[in-house]
């Protein structure tokens, strides 16, 4: 009994008052307007509690007030609850966000037009927060509009102070069109930012062009760009500087980072990536969304390094976090699913285990489906993974009726995919040629071999092009076509070559332990056993047992993705690995 009542703690004066509040709604009512006036961070908990004791239908009558809203913007430490508790009220009323964004459409407006200018400055202080919210939490068409009344109510005063406004708004403008796949107009703000920072440059203006150089590297790496991108990102690099927020230098590095990836500058992007991760862990903590953001591209490096299992595990760490800050049909959490999905799916490619990367994907489509336009790319991205999956899963299924009807739904898939990215990148693009390479995968499945063959020259023609003829991409394809020409169509001449092509490839980026060489490998045993090469059977045989030997000693060391130390400060890094070879 002694044991029992000593654990028992009472609750805080303070939590105490905050229950008896919120727990009915005559008790709330009656002490609302006195709420009004008290400390904004005692105004969240009020409405924090709101949300545990499960008076959300009150909650959201506060939330959709943009005056009240505006004030609970302004509790930073609180953040994350904030998420969670607007996902909620999303997720059962998607109407707040419109409420939210039309209050605030009228009250810039009004303010531009007629207003004194302390209510606009005001009013903008308001626009920057929300947009800033809405942007963070992936309501970025929502951001968008927010950033455009921002930005069309400083454009028509040419002083310097709206000059710094308007090129804030650019950025942050650029940054929500980037990311909701907006490419047209980003790139028209891009030019619009640019054009800013001239005017500002005439007047004797100095001008830190760190995050704008590097969503210039967002946009282009997202076109395919990747020389351009590369380039971008050493301009971003040069902008760094102890004055940068040091939320601005891990968005720098991560979008630096993926920039070196696609250019097989694997020690560059390794260099940064780390230091990105380092400091979003070190500055935010390990439950912040812009820890999850640095280890999903954390993730996006180790899959390109053919470090699998590490991948996976990061990128499961990263989806847990976006769960706990946002949950529900958050864009957030459906690109962790996809990202995780996909490696996982690569991961357990040799074994036929798909059930978790399916899981993953349809669930990333799923969310996605709920918030998202049906032609929107990003969801063209979730149904191309899902699409890969499903292909496996009939390959493995025995049962021809299931298999016919999942290569048909993968189909649709694949289809959707590549009409969605000709739509927005055009024919001559990397994106596009993945999606012809992955339809030249299918349609072996479905046995359909000319059509399979064209899609894989069309592929590997782009690629080559565009990435030169060395490049991973071109390897991947490569091997693709190697494989159909080897197991279906009996050009083994053909399909040695290319099997040796992409071998070499794939040794000189990656190793002799790399993962992609064992479909190399056991594509050549076979096209010796079948033209009865015996000695080069068992030339391929003894190699295939040297490759797995490393494969296990490569994946032994991939235990601890995160057990790292930087050592090393920004500076000294960009100067050791970037400066010199600019």
Not at 65 to 72: A, D, E, G, M, T
Not at 134 to 158: I, P, R, T
Request: aromatic share 10%.
């Amino acid at each position: 009994m002694e044991a029992e009542r000593l654990k028992w703690v009472p609750d805080s004066l303070y939590n105490s008052a905050v229950a008896v509040i919120v727990a009915s709604q005559r008790t709330y009512s009656r002490y609302k307007k006195d709420i009004n006036t008290l400390p904004e961070d005692v105004q969240f908990d009020l409405y924090h509690g709101l949300f545990t004791h499960n008076k959300q239908s009150q909650l959201y009558m506060e939330f959709s007030q943009l005056k009240v809203f505006s004030r609970i913007l302004r509790v930073n430490n609180k953040r994350a609850k904030l998420h969670y508790m607007f996902q909620y009220l999303m997720d059962h009323n998607k109407e707040l966000i419109e409420t939210l964004t039309e209050q605030f459409q009228v009250q810039i407006r009004q303010c531009a037009e007629g207003g004194e200018q302390a209510d606009l400055v005001k009013c903008l202080h308001t626009g920057h927060a929300l947009g800033s919210f809405f942007s963070e939490a992936g309501w970025f068409q929502n951001s968008e509009m927010v950033y455009s009344e921002c930005l069309a109510a400083v454009e028509k005063d040419s002083s310097e102070a709206s000059l710094f406004r308007a090129l804030e708004y650019c950025v942050r403008l650029f940054h929500v069109q980037n990311a909701n796949c907006r490419y047209k107009w980003a790139t028209k703000t891009c030019e619009k930012a640019f054009g800013v920072v001239k005017r500002l440059s005439e007047q004797g203006f100095t001008v830190n062009c760190a995050i704008l150089y590097a969503e210039q590297c967002a946009l282009l790496f997202a076109q395919s760009l990747y020389d351009d991108a590369f380039k971008a990102c050493f301009d971003a690099l040069r902008e760094l500087n102890s004055s940068v927020s040091v939320r601005t230098v891990v968005d720098v590095l991560r979008q630096c980072a993926k920039a070196c990836v696609v250019k097989r500058e694997f020690k560059k992007a390794e260099v940064l990536i780390k230091l990105a991760v380092h400091q979003a862990r070190e500055q935010f903590g390990i439950e912040h969304p812009k820890y999850a953001d640095a280890l999903l591209d954390y993730g996006f490096f180790l899959l390109n390094v053919d470090a699998i299992s590490s991948a996976v595990t990061v990128y499961q760490l990263a989806l847990s976090i976006r769960m706990k800050v946002f949950g529900g049909n958050n864009l957030h959490v459906a690109i962790a699913h996809e990202d995780l999905a996909y490696a996982t799916y690569v991961f357990e490619y040799s074994t036929g285990k798909f059930k978790d990367a399916r899981d993953h994907a349809q669930k990333a489509i799923e969310i996605l489906c709920h918030i998202l336009p049906a032609d929107h790319l990003l969801l063209s991205s979730s149904k191309r993974v899902k699409a890969l999956i499903l292909e496996e899963i009939a390959i493995d299924s025995h049962d021809k009726e299931l298999e016919d009807k999942l290569l048909g739904e993968a189909q649709e898939l694949h289809l959707f995919s590549l009409s969605t990215a000709q739509k927005a990148f055009g024919e001559s693009n990397v994106q596009t040629a993945k999606h012809y390479g992955n339809l030249g995968r299918l349609y072996q499945s479905m046995h359909r071999f000319k059509e399979a063959e064209e899609m894989h020259l069309k592929a590997i023609e782009i690629k080559e092009r565009l990435l030169g003829q060395d490049d991973y991409e071109v390897s991947l394809s490569v091997g693709h076509l190697a494989s159909l020409y080897n197991y279906d169509m009996g050009k083994y001449e053909e399909a040695e070559r290319l099997y040796m092509r992409s071998i070499n490839i794939g040794k000189n980026l990656f190793g002799e332990a790399y993962s992609g060489l064992e479909y190399d490998y056991r594509g050549l045993l076979r096209l010796y056993q079948s033209t009865g090469n015996h000695d080069l059977a068992v030339h391929y045989s003894n190699v295939m047992i040297d490759w797995s030997n490393l494969r296990a000693q490569n994946d032994a060391t991939q235990a601890k993705p995160l057990d790292f130390d930087v050592n090393d400060c920004l500076e000294n890094i960009i100067s050791k690995h970037f400066m010199s070879s600019s």
